[in-house]
């Protein structure tokens, strides 16, 4: 499968409904020492990026700022289980004030008044931006995509 075939996953129903669910993506990282690490995180999907936000000094953000490869994945919890696997290329920003992105995210988490109540609460913190750009993707439905050891 080419690359861009990868991409266009991303279009898919099974992902799609993944991308537009309140399921927080799991974003899998290097820290500084190696090993690997695994945090539930909200995003917000654009078309083309994920965003995150995070409080500038929150550990993950120097080992994110140290590489430029991660992994995320947002998972269904019921069967039959729609599994989104994005690897992609980091960037960590700096932002004085509120993550436009991450206001959207929690409106979509937590609905329009929780999320607007947060969002406000929220307001005027530093924050730091985290974008990952999809370089390659893959699905599971397990309807009709299934892990390759089950479909070999």
């Given at each position: 499968m080419s690359h861009e075939?990868?991409?266009e996953l991303l279009d898919d129903p099974v992902a799609q409904k993944l991308l537009?669910?309140?399921i927080p993506a799991r974003l899998a990282y290097c820290?500084?020492?190696g090993t690997p690490r695994?945090?539930?995180i909200a995003f917000h999907w654009n078309g083309s990026v994920f965003t995150f936000a995070t409080q500038p000094h929150a550990p993950k953000v120097a080992a994110l700022v140290a590489s430029d490869q991660v992994a995320l994945t947002i998972d269904e919890e019921s069967f039959p289980f729609g599994v989104l696997m994005v690897r992609g290329n980091v960037a960590v920003e700096q932002v004085g004030g509120m993550v436009p992105e991450y206001a959207e995210a929690c409106v979509r988490y937590?609905?329009?008044e929780a999320g607007a109540a947060w969002v406000e609460q929220m307001?005027?913190?530093p924050?730091?931006?985290?974008?990952?750009t999809?370089?390659?993707v893959r699905l599971l439905d397990f309807v009709t995509r299934f892990p390759s050891a089950m479909s070999g």
């Open positions: 075939q990868h991409l537009e669910s309140r820290w500084t020492d695994v945090v539930p937590m609905g329009p307001s005027g913190q924050m730091a931006k985290i974008t990952v999809p370089q390659e």
